[in-house]
């Protein structure tokens, strides 16, 4: 699991132990993904299936594609399809995935390197294995997150954000037990490089064996932790947790996660993305690629996208 990795952790700077009168977090839900396949028949696991919607506010769903061991001829993506009304946030942490889209966005991202899409007002994008992989095969492995947006930003113009991987702030824990990858937001004063409409924080942390990660995540955050690989515990009860599963937790100052002594050979370490944001607490309306406040919103997305307002591929 590249994705950025640090020799020597005790070289970065260091997040603040929790104080007195931090509150730790409570663990409220522990959900296991279920599987499944998008786009053209790559794997996923919905990470945020069985979870209240008003638990996840601003987020509306995120899957883990892969990880998965293509031959050659095998690795799929997705075809030419329409979003509007959020983002889809894709982190590559094994593999290469290109994107194009209608408004001129599009590159190729890779171990560690993240693509931020604003749908905004209507866009069109596909995602897909460059030929070479596909010829080739190999290993592919991330996420892909949709964040809402608040009613005032729904028609906002698309906007595509090439985050690489050298752009992410690292930082470690007190005793240098954990790497944490700060992509978007600011975690305890360090800030990652995406570009948020709604406020928000995504982290990739990597946690040694037997070592505890105590996050300071923002108050006005919700907080959930899911769970890539390996094996550990969440809150101050031990919860245990594993992977495919995700962790929502209750309010507070910070939370913790800690990986068990004992993890897989393939696993050797905990690997886990923590996620929180504002809640928007606006009424939504979901209907496949369209995330809207209303209904009638949504069938004219529909309208839009068939009448070919949204662009055309290229």
């Known amino acids: 699991m590249p994705a950025v990795t640090v020799d020597d952790l005790t070289v970065l700077s260091r997040l603040r132990q929790p104080g007195l009168g931090d509150q730790q977090r409570p663990v409220w839900q522990i959900s296991t993904a279920p599987q499944g396949y998008e786009g053209e028949g790559f794997p996923v ?13 601003p987020f509306i769903m995120m899957d883990q594609m ?33 994107h194009q889209d209608s408004h001129g966005g599009g590159g190729t991202i890779t171990n560690g390197d993240t693509q931020w899409m604003t749908a905004g007002g209507g866009i069109l994008h596909i995602e897909a294995p460059p030929e070479w992989l596909v010829v080739k095969g190999g290993l592919f492995h991330g996420i892909q997150l949709w964040v809402n947006l608040p009613r005032s930003d729904k028609l906002a113009q698309p906007r595509y954000q090439d985050i690489g991987s050298g752009r992410v702030a690292l930082t470690t824990t007190y005793d240098a037990g ?11 004063g360090h800030s990652g490089p995406g570009q948020t409409y709604t406020p928000m924080s995504l982290v990739h942390a990597t ?16 907080a ?26 209750g309010p507070g100052d910070f939370l913790t996660v800690s990986a068990l002594e004992a993890q897989e050979t393939r696993s050797p370490k905990l690997e886990v993305i923590v996620v929180g944001g504002k809640p928007i607490r606006e009424p939504l309306a979901w209907a496949g690629p369209f995330v809207m ?17 949204f662009g055309q591929p290229r």
Do not use: C
């Open 207 to 222: 946690i040694e064996p037997g070592a505890r990660l105590d996050l300071p995540w923002d108050v006005d955050f919700n």
């Open 66 to 98: 892969g990880e998965v061991e293509y031959a050659p001829g095998e690795p799929k993506g997705t075809s030419w399809h329409p979003h509007r009304g959020f983002e889809t946030v894709t982190y590559i942490i094994d593999g290469v995935f290109d």
């Open 224 to 249: 959930l932790v899911y769970v890539l690989s390996g094996h550990g515990t969440v809150g101050a009860d031990a919860r245990p947790i594993r992977m495919g599963q995700t962790a929502v937790f």
């Open 178 to 188: 954990a790497l944490v990858r700060v992509i978007a937001g600011t975690v305890d």
């Open 293 to 309: 406040n209303t209904k009638a919103e949504v069938m004219e997305a529909y309208q839009d996208y068939m009448s070919g307002r």
């Open 45 to 57: 696991r919905r990470a945020f299936a069985g979870i209240d919607l008003a638990h996840l506010d």
